[in-house]
């Protein structure tokens, strides 16, 4: 199980990015992923989840209205476009694969625990800045 991000980088405030997670090794269809991130300093926080076929999305309250996930399970890859980026979203960024085949967490975005996920990506850092 490999997962591979890329796409970040350094943008100003109000710019754009879209970051990939390239999944290889496993039914990438078949499984839920979020995307997280930490900050220099700061605790993790889940962004953003994704079900099994896309039909459902979640987002952090904090990211919601900017921040769009996406899935393309022909080519096994998870998206995150960011828009309208703020200093405060500065942060690696990873994807996490959750560690239930066919399933779905039942608990909120926020609560979720590292535990939930078995195979995390190296991450890509963005920053935002001026």
């Known amino acids: 199980v490999q997962l591979v991000e890329s796409g970040g980088g350094l943008v100003q405030p109000g710019g754009s990015l879209r970051l990939s997670c390239t999944a290889s090794?496993?039914?990438?269809?078949?499984?839920?992923m979020t995307w997280g991130r930490q900050g220099a300093g700061k605790g993790l926080e889940w962004v953003s989840a994704?079900?099994?076929?896309?039909?459902?999305?979640y987002y952090a309250d904090s990211v919601k209205g900017r921040f769009t996930i996406s899935r393309d399970d022909a080519k096994n890859t998870l998206f995150l476009q960011m828009n309208n980026l703020k200093p405060e979203d500065t942060a690696l960024y990873f994807c996490?694969?959750?560690?239930?085949?066919?399933?779905?967490?039942?608990?909120?975005?926020?609560?979720?625990?590292?535990?939930?996920?078995?195979?995390w990506g190296q991450g890509t850092q963005v920053t935002v800045s001026s």
């Open positions: 090794g496993f039914p990438f269809e078949h499984y839920y």
């Open positions: 996490a694969r959750y560690a239930t085949y066919g399933s779905s967490p039942t608990s909120p975005l926020h609560r979720r625990g590292r535990y939930e996920y078995d195979y």
């Open positions: 994704i079900i099994q076929g896309g039909g459902t999305t």
